[in-house]
Nanobody, 115 residues
Framework: QVQLVESGGGLVEAGGSLRLSCAAS????????MGWYRQAPGKQRELVAR???????NYDDSVKGRFTISRDSPKNTVYLQMNSLKPEDTAVYYC?????????WGKGTLVTVSS
């Protein structure tokens, strides 16, 4: 089992920045991927960004150039630096950890961007 604890959500004005963090603990294997998903009211959960244990990244087109995902592998922690935030970025952001074909999820942290 893997446990994920997110932090860093909150309320910010459009154009502002936030940094999300997610710490993983438990039975973690070296080959894995960590990422962030988000779910806005009335919408499906969608991938925002993902980073593998080798450092490969991918982003949703809507956040490219504004968001940066990074990880501290020894600490099993992943970060999402969000800049130039827009009201449409408002959502609950969920941390995800994928290993051995299993997905693990955090409880989510709310990001609200006011216009």
């Amino acid at each position: 089992q893997v446990q994920l604890v997110e932090s860093g959500g909150g309320l910010v004005e459009a154009g502002g920045s936030l940094r999300l963090s997610c710490a993983a603990s438990g039975s973690i294997v070296s080959i894995n991927a960590m990422g962030w998903y988000r779910q806005a009211p009335g919408k499906q959960r969608e991938l925002v960004a993902r980073i593998t244990s080798r450092g490969s990244t991918n982003y949703d087109d809507s956040v490219k150039g504004r968001f940066t995902i990074s990880r501290d592998s020894p600490k099993n922690t992943v970060y999402l630096q969000m800049n130039s935030l827009k009201p449409e970025d408002t959502a609950v952001y969920y941390c995800n950890h994928l290993q051995l074909g299993m997905n693990y999820w955090g409880k989510g942290t709310l990001v609200t961007v006011s216009s």
